[in-house]
């Protein structure tokens, strides 16, 4: 751990996440909804710890506090794939600037970074101010609950769990879902940068059974949902992904209901991202029952 004093601040950097976690874990449990990436990406990083799963070397995990000692905000950087944007929660705006000096003088190059308004637009903004360059959104999300769940209308098939034996379509649809998401938002293929996990980790995805296929009259598997599991009591569903012919027919507002359900059943909140420039996602999801909580943004910092 390395502590970085800011005046009426402290920033508190942990390379364990373990260690993050009961810094931070109060703070991250009075509203999970809200810190479900984070709560998520660090179970994970500490399950795979254990498995002596080796992490990426930059990765970081952060706790803010203020005067009293009382934790105010928190942020990580460990997605696995460039430019590695930092993913920040709600903290006050003081400690978002804050973040942006200290990233500077740790002489990090930051050029993306991730997560809840205003805070990732005002630390964006700063280190482009620090380090010259301009920000721009690639991407708005929202981020939903989902209150009384409202059944679509029925359609043929029914769930069906992806096996070991599935992992090649899922690896293929895993990769074709953001693709595919920007096009549907109007924004050029490969614009939103993302993670298609590797062999080994698809596999223990389908091995913890939280990878669904709706499967068709005929038993074809025509579209694909999958859900983390629950941290801090929230699981959340992604990705969500339907291939373009078998678009429009209800596959994805029974699938996600189905296994928002079964979350639901198993005594978690269930919750998801849309992508708020995809009018289509986001009407499925609010008639599902699911209701906003709070907006993010992917940013980009360049010249």
Known sequence: MSTVPMAGLRLRFFTDPGEFLVAAGDYLRADPVVSTVVTTVAHRLMSRRAEGIS?????????????????????????????YPPFLLPMPDEAAVALAHALHEREEEVRAANGALPAVELCAAELARLGGGRVQVTQHTRLHEL?????????????VVATVDDVGLVTEWFAAFMGDADEQAGRPRGTSAHEVPDHAEMLRRLHAGRLWFWADETGKPVHLTGANPPSFGVARVGPVYTPPAQRGRGWASNAVAEVSRRIQAEGARV??????????????????????VVDMANLVIGN
Not at 57 to 77: C, F, I, K, P, T
Not at 147 to 157: F, I, K, S, Y
Not at 276 to 284: D, G, L, M, V
């Open 55 to 83: 992490q990426h070397e930059g990765n970081w995990w952060l706790v803010v506090s203020d005067d009293s000692g009382a934790v105010v905000g928190a942020a990580m950087r460990t997605a696995p794939y460039a430019p």
């Open 147 to 159: 209150a009384e769940l409202t059944w679509p209308p029925p359609v043929p098939g029914g769930l």
């Open 271 to 292: 919750c998801l991202f849309t992508d708020q420039a995809n009018p289509t996602s986001n009407r499925i999801y609010a008639a599902l029952g699911y209701q906003p």
